[in-house]
């Protein structure tokens, strides 16, 4: 079931959660930079996630099951619907997997490293 981008953002506003100008998280750069993944769930989030799950209940029931997998982290992608877990380990990752295909879940394994971001600069207004 989709989540549409623009009811996301309109509901985060609506729900006035934009009070603060974007920043650069420096301990998210700086566990990206050292592979650090404990650093990395910790510091990672998604400030659309309450409007997306205040959208999408059922999303927030789903990351409650997800989180139970023992991640390292569980997001919300962009604006929804799709979740992800982060794992330091692809032994845990692999039996998350099996248990979301045991309860019929839709997923996708992704062993690192990935393409996708990489951390090119540090430091404030880099």
């Known amino acids: 079931i989709g989540l549409p981008t623009p009811s996301v ?24 930079a050292a592979g650090d993944v404990a650093g990395i769930a910790a510091a990672v989030g998604n400030e659309l996630q309450p409007a997306a799950y205040d959208l999408r209940p059922d999303l927030a029931q789903r990351h409650r099951v997800l989180d139970e997998l023992g991640a ?22 692999r039996a998350a997997a099996g248990a ?19 951390v090119i600069a540090g430091g404030s207004g880099q």
């Open 9 to 32: 953002f309109h509901h985060f506003d609506q729900l006035d959660l934009g009070d603060e100008d974007p920043t650069i998280d420096e301990a998210l750069i700086a566990a990206l």
């Open 100 to 118: 979301l295909r045991d309860q019929g879940i839709e997923h996708v394994l992704v062993p690192a490293p990935v393409a996708g971001a990489s």
């Open 72 to 93: 390292d982290a569980v997001l919300l992608s962009g604006s929804g619907p799709t979740q992800l877990l982060l794992f330091a380990d692809v032994a845990p990752a």
